[in-house]
């Protein structure tokens, strides 16, 4: 497999670092060599998370250059936007909840307010593919991640890797009444 970059963008709180990892273990479940890093700094403050993962052959490195990632995840509408504009290369693939964590800049009534329609338009500008993950019917928001996962395996985002193999790696992650809860997110995602 050639080289296949995704970027993960959020806010602090979110569960930007579980995703992260199934991703990445998922990668390695599927036999697919693949490397990671995260920002975490402003994880306690609210503020940006960052996780790039980049995988397959003559991976050096696990930044990712601006405008080269293949895939960008967003778990929130401004933080999409965001990863849109500055990581995702043209042609890329967009998947997005729909969940605005307002910065500090909107609610002080500086800026405004990224919506879905702002996201529809840069991607088709932009030439992007964008999945809307509607995450209404989650009842913890500190699970919402999995419904990305499984919105990553159901389309098969990620060349090689399966569901079998984002389920080992939730088993490897989570044990117990966590692992139930949040495989149920990922299934229902998934189907």
């Known amino acids: 497999m050639k080289s296949y970059n995704i970027y993960i963008t959020g806010v602090g709180g979110q569960g930007i670092g579980l995703l992260s990892q199934a991703l990445l273990r998922g990668i390695d479940n599927a036999g697919i060599n693949a490397i990671a890093v995260d920002t975490h700094g402003l994880a306690q403050r609210g503020g940006i998370v960052v996780s790039s993962i ?3 052959e003559k991976i050096h490195s696990p930044l990712i250059m601006n405008h080269c990632a293949d895939l960008v995840l967003g778990m929130e509408l401004h933080e999409a936007l965001r990863g849109l504009g500055i990581a995702l290369r043209k042609g890329g693939t967009l998947v997005y909840m729909d969940v605005s964590w307002q910065p ?3 609610r002080l009534g500086q800026a405004t307010e990224i919506t879905v329609k702002d996201i529809q338009t840069a991607c088709k500008d932009s030439g992007v593919t964008a999945i809307k993950v509607d995450t209404r019917s989650i009842t913890d928001s500190r699970m919402q991640n999995m419904a990305l996962l499984g919105t990553v395996a159901k389309h098969g985002l990620i060349p090689g890797v399966s569901k079998k193999d984002y389920n080992m790696a939730l088993k ?11 495989r149920k997110i990922f299934d229902g995602y998934c189907a």
Do not use: A, S, W, Y
């Open 54 to 56: 980049r995988c397959g």
């Open 104 to 106: 500090l800049p909107v």
């Open 172 to 182: 490897d992650l989570l044990t117990e009444e966590m692992l139930k809860n949040n």
